[in-house]
Every structure is written in structure tokens, then in C-alpha cells.
């Protein structure tokens, strides 16, 4: 992976992102790529060498990791700091870095810390929730003592103090402590197993050169087509729908003087998030079908 610096940036951000510590040690899988969807991590490692990312795109990582650094000041006698914990499931090594483990007379606290932006915060992440009951079952495996609860520390870095007085449900300060629902023990570890599986088709898929399995639309953040009716010139809808034949029936039945709008689809990681988007065939072919 090539790292540019397309804005100039001062050569010491250049310097933090060439010298990180980060590892996932003798891992086959750490829990982020776990996560993360199969195609994407085998064309990741398939082209690492022709990848490339700029620094800039790299600031919140940056912000991210001293924000970890910052906070072990701050840890007590029973906090435990950033320990990578490794286990073997089906023959595979995954590991996970838990930023913090509280222990407690009746188990242990599981805290992971985000640098996240209020939309992520406000809105459900299943991702983070299947992030922690990841590190719930390493913890409960390796140690073999009960996690009573996980949750995510999140410093918002877009929080606003007119936006927290104004609007309902707005975090009331820029960090936030959220609640992750802790499932059983046998659901993490189902839930780990799947995504083994699916990683291992991939892996064997990229061996012996057959197409990997497609990335969902929840893989790929799609969000669907939608149909606004709404009232000539206004810009809000009067209602929004998924099919255009639900629009039709509205507009006829508001009369004249309505019409619809289009709003066209996207599958918000490949077009932004994806590392690997230049070199996955189903984004390409989905931005053909388009044209
Ligand atoms: S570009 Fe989209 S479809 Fe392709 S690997 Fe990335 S997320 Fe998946």
C-alpha cells in the first residue's frame, strides 16, 4: 500500500501513519476483518501492493489512535489497556485488540472507544454491536470469566452545543457512552463461525481463481432508489416511496399539480469507503448497468 499526500500535508502525519504499531500479531483474521465483507478483504490483499491512500483520508485514523494513547493515562489498578486477545475457531487464528477490560467483582466490563460523527452515534450501528459481542466471546473464551457488559465510548467530532440545545435525542455532550446489547455466549460464537465460513469460501474462491461470492447491499451501505411525490416546486416530498408504481398511485390520487422525483440509489462504501473499488468487478459492473 502506497501512502500519497496529494494536499501537502507536513511530512510529521506522513511520519505517524509510516510508523504504526498496529499488528494483528500471528492472526489468520483480526474481528475487523471478520467484519469486514470477504470479497473485499481478499481483493485487498490480492492488489496491496498496486493500493494506494492518501494521507488526508487518514486524519480521523490519526485522531482516532491518539485519543487511545491519551486515554491509558487515565486507566485504574483494575483496568486492563489495549490487550490483543488471540483464539482459534475452525482451524482459523482470529484475534481482537480490546481497548478496555474494567474488571469487576462480578465480571468483566468491555469498553471499546470510537472517534465517530453524531449521525453514526444517533443512529444504529449493528456493526459495533457485532464488533463487541466479538471481543465478549474472546474474553469469555481466553479468560474464562463472564463479560457482564460491553459498550462504546464514543467522542463525537462533529458535536454542536446549538444543535445538543435544540434538537431531541441529540447526544447532550461530545462523548458518549453507549450500551451494546450483550448476547448469549453460543450466539457469538454461531455468529463468529459464519463469518469464518464465509471468509474461508473467499479465500479458497481467490486460490483457485473463481469469482468470489457478491458483497451484500448492507456489505455495500446501498441505499435503494426511492420515489418522492411532492407538490410542483416544492423541494419536500409529500411521501416517499421504494417502487415508482406506489408513486404513481399517490400522485394520481393528490390530482394535479404533483410530480415525482427520482432519487437514484448508491452503495455509499463502494463509492467512498471501498479501498479496493477500482478493482472489484461487481462495483464495475454495477456502475455500467447504470450508465
Ligand atoms: S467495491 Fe463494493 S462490492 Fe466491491 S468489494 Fe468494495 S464494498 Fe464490495
Redesign the pocket.
Known amino acids: 500500500m502506497k501512502l500519497t499526500n496529494i494536499y501537502n500535508l507536513p511530512q510529521t502525519f506522513i511520519n505517524v501513519l509510516s510508523r504504526s504499531k498496529y499488528t494483528k500479531g500471528k492472526a489468520n483474521l483480526s474481528v475487523t476483518e471478520l467484519l469486514q465483507?470477504p470479497?473485499?478483504v481478499q481483493?485487498r490483499k490480492k492488489h496491496w501492493d498496486e493500493l494506494e491512500e492518501d494521507v488526508a483520508d487518514k486524519i480521523w485514523a490519526i485522531f482516532g489512535t491518539a485519543i487511545h494513547s491519551v486515554l491509558e493515562l487515565g486507566a485504574d489498578h483494575n483496568h486492563l489497556i489495549e490487550e490483543r486477545i488471540h483464539a482459534t475457531v475452525d482451524g482459523w487464528d482470529i484475534s481482537g485488540a480490546v481497548d478496555l477490560q474494567k474488571q469487576e467483582e462480578d465480571g468483566i466490563v468491555i469498553s471499546d472507544y470510537k472517534t465517530a460523527g453524531v449521525w453514526a452515534v444517533m443512529n444504529e450501528k449493528i456493526e459495533w454491536e457485532q464488533q463487541l459481542n466479538m471481543y465478549a466471546w474472546l474474553v469469555e473464551k481466553v479468560k474464562r470469566t463472564p463479560v457482564k457488559k460491553v459498550e462504546i465510548v464514543a467522542v463525537i467530532r462533529d458535536w454542536s452545543r446549538r444543535d445538543a440545545k435544540n434538537r431531541e435525542d441529540y447526544p447532550e455532550a461530545p462523548i458518549k457512552v453507549l450500551d451494546i446489547p450483550l448476547w448469549s455466549y453460543e450466539d457469538r460464537e454461531e455468529f463468529i463461525k459464519q463469518r469464518i465460513q464465509l471468509h474461508s469460501n473467499a479465500s479458497l474462491a481467490s486460490e483457485i481463481g473463481e469469482e468470489y461470492a457478491?458483497?451484500s447491499p448492507a456489505?455495500?451501505w446501498e441505499k435503494p432508489t426511492t420515489y418522492a411525490v411532492k407538490k410542483a416546486g416544492n423541494k419536500r416530498a409529500t411521501a416517499v416511496f421504494q417502487s415508482e408504481g406506489e408513486a404513481q398511485d399517490k400522485k394520481a390520487e393528490l390530482g394535479s399539480g404533483y410530480e415525482i422525483e427520482v432519487r437514484p440509489g448508491e452503495?455509499t462504501?463502494?463509492a467512498e469507503f471501498?479501498q479496493?473499488?477500482s478493482f472489484?468487478k461487481?462495483?464495475r459492473d454495477?456502475l455500467e448497468e447504470e450508465e
Do not use: G, I, K, T
Open positions: 465483507p470479497q473485499l481483493l457478491p458483497c456489505d455495500m452503495r462504501r463502494c471501498c479496493v473499488s472489484c461487481q462495483y454495477y
